[in-house]
């Protein structure tokens, strides 16, 4: 089945992930692409890092300790050497990793004691990294709030907090470094408020993207593109000023059904979306999506040659 439509026109690739037995997936929330075009997926299961190739096969699985809690996954190249930032909002957490699942630190509940008077107010939902090396966390499920780190993982900053206004937030789920300018800016999924918030690198509020969101979960920047996951049942592709290029897999509606997000297996048509929750672009232009269903959903969308 084809989505989007000229340049940004895509064929489904069906039952491109192939598992091996005893592997299988929980809720499928975070999706990164190494240099190799190899494919990490984060999900809830025992296997919660799960890497394949570009052609699905199976490469390796670890991350036992993440399966109540796999949530926002970034992959960071830093001195020719690539890394995870793994977000566990349930353990209240970010961990950094190899690619191979060897822990290089763990950020904690920041120093702020008037907003996390306990550790389980902190839930961060997602991460990125700025080209000075700086790490940006985002409190989407906690208290609203964007936490700064300087590289070796020490605390530099903070800013938000729940509401409406700008500069305030209502479950900041995904957070990006949006490079497509000379200025690096902040670009935060704002997804309670259904809409995008626009930072300066120190929290400076520079403006919102409203235009044709639902949910919008994170953000996968592709050239001077942005691809942005929409639980309510979409993909959005934005150019570099932030106006839709197209949707991909649109079901309107979807997320009005009984059960939602986790319908019957055969209400889930190929290249058509329920709950995408992240997604990701390979050399090739080719499109991974993960879905928020409890038995996990990846879709692969091969870009169509023009």
């Known amino acids: 089945m084809?989505?989007?439509?000229?340049?940004?026109?895509?064929d489904v690739e069906e039952n491109w992930a192939k598992l091996p037995a005893?592997?299988?997936l929980g809720y499928t929330h975070g999706v990164v692409i190494d240099p190799k075009d190899n494919v990490y997926i984060h999900n809830q299961s025992k296997d919660s890092v799960i890497?394949?190739?570009?052609?699905?096969k199976f490469l390796k699985s670890w991350g036992p300790e993440f399966a109540g809690g796999a949530h926002g996954m970034y992959l960071s190249k830093e001195d020719g050497v690539?890394?995870?930032?793994?977000?566990?909002?349930?353990r209240h957490i970010v961990v950094k990793t190899t690619l191979d699942g060897k822990t290089i630190y763990t950020l904690e509940v920041p120093p702020l004691p008037n907003v996390y008077k306990t550790a389980?107010?902190?839930?961060?939902?997602?991460?990125?990294?700025?080209?000075?090396?700086?790490?940006y966390v985002c409190d989407g499920y906690g208290q609203?709030?964007?936490?700064?780190?300087?590289?070796?993982?020490?605390w530099i900053r903070s800013w938000g907090g729940a509401g409406s206004e700008p500069g305030k937030m209502k479950c900041p789920h995904g957070i990006w470094i949006d490079t497509r300018k000379s200025t690096p800016r902040v670009y935060v999924a704002d997804r309670g408020n259904n809409r995008l918030q626009i930072f300066s690198l120190v929290g400076e509020h520079l403006g919102f993207v409203t235009y044709d969101l639902r949910l919008p979960c994170c953000?996968?920047?592709y050239g001077t593109e942005q691809y942005i996951p929409d639980?309510?049942?979409?993909?959005?592709?934005?150019?570099?000023?932030?106006?839709?290029?197209?949707h991909i897999g649109d079901v309107p509606g979807a997320w009005t059904k009984a059960g939602w997000p986790n319908v019957a297996k055969e209400e889930l048509k190929p290249g058509l979306f329920s709950s995408p929750h992240a997604c990701a672009l390979d050399s090739k232009g080719d499109l991974y999506v993960v879905e928020w269903i409890a038995v996990g959903r990846i879709t692969k969308l091969r870009r169509v040659a023009h």
């Open 231 to 246: 639980l309510h049942s979409r993909v959005t592709i934005l150019d570099e000023h932030d106006r839709l290029i197209t």
């Open 82 to 90: 690539e890394y995870l930032y793994l977000a566990d909002p349930n």
């Open 51 to 56: 890497a394949l190739d570009r052609e699905g």
């Open 219 to 221: 953000f996968y920047q």
């Open 120 to 135: 389980d107010l902190y839930k961060p939902t997602d991460t990125a990294v700025a080209p000075n090396g700086d790490v």
């Open 22 to 24: 005893g592997v299988t």
């Open 144 to 154: 609203s709030w964007i936490h700064v780190y300087d590289k070796k993982g020490t």
């Open 2 to 10: 084809r989505q989007g439509s000229g340049s940004h026109s895509f």
